[in-house]
């Protein structure tokens, strides 16, 4: 990083503000710059190599709990407000593994999930496919109703009327099949014929 004298005004190279700029020399930054090397070399700038074996022993997570927020400057080419942030190290110094502990023990509660939780979001998640497959065989239906719009069929069919939709489908299939078999097997349509046991493909050609 290179040294400014004094604070100021202004904006350097047209992409952050010239206090910000002092705020680096001073090893201020933005949170996002403070990653588990940026802090293991502050720590070994600063000469603090008994914390050094320290910090690296701990997650990031943990790290970060040491910052301070020192000031706000613009930076960015929209000279946008950015909090800049200092790592305590004296902070840090004094604390202890209970101290980490309490750290880690916090961070894994509120990032885990409990084993209800798991098993009802596995739950939600199985009743959302099970929503998306039956509203897909419903509308494989509608053609065969005598409804009007899809919209309207999904929100008023029953049952009953799936079932008996069900079996028309069925039918129609079964006949339509038969047509194209003997068709294609006098055009020598190998590719429909190699699909012909397919419903859902014989279903595409059954219009109304």
């Known amino acids: 990083m290179g040294h400014f004298e004094g604070k100021g005004k202004g904006y350097k190279e047209n992409s952050m503000s010239v206090n910000a700029s002092l705020a680096y020399s001073n090893r201020e930054m933005p949170k996002s710059k403070w990653t588990k090397d940026a802090i293991l070399e502050h720590l070994e700038n600063e000469d603090r190599h008994d914390l050094v074996e320290k910090a690296r022993q701990l997650p990031h997570y943990a790290l970060i709990t040491f910052l301070r927020n020192t000031s706000v400057h613009h930076t960015g080419a929209l000279f946008n407000q950015t909090r800049f942030w200092t790592f305590q190290t004296d902070w840090f110094a004094n604390a202890d593994q209970a101290d980490f502990d309490k750290i880690i023990a916090e961070h894994k509660a509120k990032n885990t999930k409990t084993a209800e939780e798991r098993a009802e979001a596995n739950r939600r998640a199985e009743a959302s496919r099970q929503m998306k497959a039956k509203k897909v065989e419903l509308e494989r239906l509608f053609k065969y109703s005598t409804y009007k ?14 079932v008996e939709l ?9 006949a339509r099949r038969e047509q194209l078999r003997a068709s294609w097997t006098k055009q020598n349509h190998q590719c429909g014929l190699d699909q012909i046991e397919d419903d859902d493909f014989i279903d595409s050609y059954i219009r109304f």
């Not at 719009?149 to 799936?162: C, D, H």
Request: glycine fraction near 4%.
């Open 149 to 162: 719009t899809l919209n309207g069929f999904l929100r008023n069919v029953t049952p009953e009327l799936e």
């Open 166 to 174: 069900t079996a028309k489908r069925a039918e129609a299939i079964r």
